[in-house]
């Protein structure tokens, strides 16, 4: 499916900045501890003369299959993650192997522009992707070296951590992919012979710690979001970072799952549905306000810093979090967005700058109760070329306000 409308928005404490492509998940497919299915490609790149993709050849090995493409936002954006993966375990029992649907002449001109640190099987036949039960990209399953099923995840959720406990024979744990039935409505228990809704706006006290949301095609899945998170995507503006939220009192607390689901052809808009949910569970309602606030100015320092690359390839996808942004294909006034909460004041892009990116910026900074202005801007300086500068404008924000009473 190269339809990019669906994403994964949360990585562990890592929330993306925007979508450009499939949430991965695995549909009847082997779970972690079984042996895995077959492995094999109709052809095989990067690999060493003779070498073979098969149970027997990597036995002894950790491996790591990676599902991707191209045209894949969110796969595009963790190669880096991989390829610096890859190079620390170089020297290590430890095969990297990219599992691509499509053909060689797609592929042999992508990785002159983005290299992968991995063999590059071609799975044409799509033989793989079914036996690993495979409806969505990006889509990690990792072997252990007895050749066991060890995680099936995202590929950013992988650390050197768990590699390395893998070689020493300890089990890991992993988030799994979401089943693709996820994004359906739930069922009771009662109603297990009951069809599926047709229509369907549900709320309802999450036991997600993490924020996770896909949606596409008039539906919409958001797990262990606080009201907060959801704000922005209610009131149609997915880049509005929590600076430009303005509320009459505390909203309600705790983490939340908001479903939206759908008949296709006869969808309402999403946004509008979450804001009449919003209404009814909370008495929340929002508007747009513009008022003069201390902002932040992001202004071009100097070419050619090691964070910031112009994207040679299409494809983008983007996360942040406390210490990290990240991504593939990105404007400026990504990077801007994505700096607010690190910077709790609105930053505006005046670079100038009209490419669209490669960014790799991190600073230290362990969570957002902890604050780290002053790294973040030195990194911002370092590793992006650019340079924050302190000044007042007018500022678009959403007001939300709390019916008074309304204790939910």
């Given at each position: 499916?190269?339809?990019?409308?669906?994403?994964?928005?949360s990585?562990?404490?890592?929330?993306s900045?925007s979508c450009?492509?499939?949430?991965?998940?695995?549909?009847?497919?082997?779970?972690?501890?079984?042996?895995?299915?077959?492995?094999?490609?109709?052809?095989?790149?990067?690999?060493?003369?003779?070498?073979?993709?098969?149970?027997?050849s990597?036995?002894?090995?950790v491996?790591?299959?990676?599902?991707w493409?191209?045209?894949?936002?969110?796969?595009?954006a963790?190669?880096?993650?991989?390829?610096?993966?890859?190079?620390?375990?170089?020297d290590?029992?430890?095969?990297?192997?990219?599992l691509?649907?499509?053909?060689?002449?797609?592929?042999?001109?992508?990785?002159?522009?983005?290299?992968?640190?991995?063999?590059?099987?071609?799975?044409?036949?799509?033989?793989?992707n079914?036996?690993?039960?495979?409806?969505?990209?990006?889509?990690?399953?990792?072997?252990?070296?007895?050749?066991?099923i060890a995680?099936?995840?995202?590929?950013t959720?992988?650390?050197?951590?768990?590699?390395s406990?893998?070689?020493?024979?300890?089990?890991?744990?992993?988030?799994?992919?979401?089943?693709?039935?996820?994004?359906?409505?739930?069922?009771?228990p009662?109603?297990?012979n009951?069809?599926?809704?047709?229509?369907?706006?549900?709320?309802?006290?999450?036991t997600?710690?993490?924020?996770?949301?896909?949606?596409?095609?008039?539906?919409?899945?958001?797990?262990?979001?606080?009201?907060?998170?959801?704000?922005?995507?209610?009131?149609?503006?997915?880049?509005?970072?929590?600076v430009?939220?303005?509320?009459?009192?505390?909203?309600?607390a705790?983490?939340?799952?908001?479903?939206?689901?759908?008949?296709?052809g006869t969808?309402?808009?999403?946004s509008?549905?979450?804001?009449?949910?919003?209404?009814?569970?909370?008495?929340?309602?929002?508007?747009?306000?513009t008022?003069?606030?201390?902002v932040?100015l992001l202004?071009?320092?100097?070419?050619?810093?090691?964070?910031?690359?112009?994207?040679?390839?299409?494809?983008?996808?983007?996360?942040?979090?406390?210490?990290?942004?990240?991504?593939?294909e990105?404007?400026?006034?990504?990077?801007?967005?994505?700096?607010?909460?690190?910077?709790?004041?609105p930053?505006?892009?005046?670079?100038g700058?009209?490419n669209?990116?490669?960014?790799?910026?991190?600073?230290?900074?362990?969570?957002?109760?902890?604050?780290?202005?002053?790294?973040?801007?030195?990194?911002?300086?370092?590793q992006?070329?650019?340079?924050?500068?302190?000044?007042?404008?007018?500022?678009?924000?959403?007001?939300?306000?709390?019916?008074?009473?309304?204790?939910?």
């Amino acid at each position: 499916m190269n339809e990019c409308k669906l994403l994964k928005i949360s990585l562990a404490s890592v929330v993306s900045l925007s979508c450009f492509s499939v949430q991965a998940t695995s549909h009847g497919g082997p779970k972690v501890g079984d042996k895995p299915p077959l492995l094999q490609a109709t052809a095989l790149l990067q690999a060493p003369p003779g070498a073979k993709m098969d149970a027997e050849s990597l036995h002894g090995k950790v491996v790591v299959l990676e599902f991707w493409a191209t045209w894949c936002g969110p796969c595009v954006a963790a190669i880096r993650h991989l390829n610096e993966l890859a190079e620390k375990f170089k020297d290590q029992p430890v095969q990297f192997v990219a599992l691509t649907a499509e053909d060689e002449a797609t592929i042999k001109p992508f990785l002159t522009k983005r290299p992968i640190k991995a063999w590059v099987a071609l799975d044409t036949n799509k033989a793989m992707n079914k036996a690993y039960g495979v409806v969505g990209i990006p889509h990690t399953v990792v072997l252990g070296k007895d050749g066991v099923i060890a995680a099936i995840t995202h590929p950013t959720e992988l650390t050197e951590q768990h590699l390395s406990d893998l070689l020493a024979g300890q089990r890991i744990f992993l988030p799994e992919q979401r089943d693709a039935e996820e994004n359906t409505p739930r069922r009771e228990p009662d109603d297990k012979n009951q069809g599926q809704a047709l229509f369907e706006v549900l709320v309802r006290p999450s036991t997600f710690t993490n924020s996770t949301g896909f949606g596409g095609g008039g539906r919409f899945t958001a797990r262990g979001y606080t009201i907060r998170d959801l704000l922005p995507r209610a009131f149609d503006q997915p880049m509005l970072s929590p600076v430009r939220i303005l509320t009459n009192g505390p909203l309600p607390a705790g983490r939340y799952d908001f479903i939206v689901v759908q008949t296709p052809g006869t969808e309402e808009n999403v946004s509008a549905l979450l804001q009449q949910a919003l209404k009814s569970a909370f008495g929340l309602t929002g508007k747009k306000e513009t008022k003069e606030m201390d902002v932040m100015l992001l202004k071009a320092k100097k070419p050619n810093a090691p964070g910031l690359a112009v994207s040679p390839t299409e494809g983008g996808a983007a996360r942040y979090g406390p210490g990290i942004v990240e991504g593939t294909e990105l404007s400026l006034a990504d990077v801007a967005s994505a700096l607010e909460r690190g910077l709790n004041k609105p930053v505006l892009d005046e670079t100038g700058l009209t490419n669209r990116y490669d960014v790799s910026l991190k600073w230290e900074q362990k969570s957002w109760d902890n604050p780290n202005p002053d790294g973040l801007m030195k990194a911002v300086r370092e590793q992006l070329g650019l340079e924050l500068v302190p000044d007042k404008r007018l500022v678009e924000l959403l007001v939300v306000e709390r019916a008074k009473g309304n204790g939910k």
